[in-house]
Nanobody, 126 residues
Framework: QVQVVESGGGLVQPGGSLRLSCAAS????????VGWFRQAPGKEREFVVG????????YYADSVKGRFTISRDNAKNTVYLQMNSLNPEDTAVYVC???????????????????WGQGTQVTVSS
């Protein structure tokens, strides 16, 4: 079983940066792809970024490409999301999830994630 906990959210001014962390328990976490999703009030959940188990493959939604960077440290069972040049449209609850086929270097589709965290709030406002 994999349990996922996010941290690092908060309030930041437009143009600022935040780094989110997704820490997991369970020895199998490092063998799964990990994705970050976000959901703003009144909007559907959006698949933002993904990373394969080895880090060899990544996915970025167009809305965050060039501003967000996902990385992982499997020795620490942790995935990071560096978010730069934040704008108010990035305000949302950010949720980390693990899943897909173990040891696959593909990025699973949004519906293939099995282990979800509770989320962390990111608010971009002046």
């Amino acid at each position: 079983q994999v349990q996922v906990v996010e941290s690092g959210g908060g309030l930041v001014q437009p143009g600022g940066s935040l780094r989110l962390s997704c820490a997991a328990s369970g020895r199998t976490f490092s063998s799964y792809a990990v994705g970050w999703f976000r959901q703003a009030p009144g909007k559907e959940r959006e698949f933002v970024v993904g990373i394969s188990w080895s880090g060899a493959s990544t996915y970025y939604a167009d809305s965050v490409k060039g501003r967000f960077t996902i990385s992982r440290d499997n020795a620490k069972n942790t995935v990071y999301l560096q978010m730069n040049s934040l704008n108010p449209e990035d305000t949302a609850v950010y949720v980390c999830a693990a899943g897909g086929r173990r040891f696959s270097n593909g990025i699973p589709g949004a519906h293939e994630y099995n282990y979800w965290g509770q989320g962390t709030q990111v608010t971009v406002s002046s």
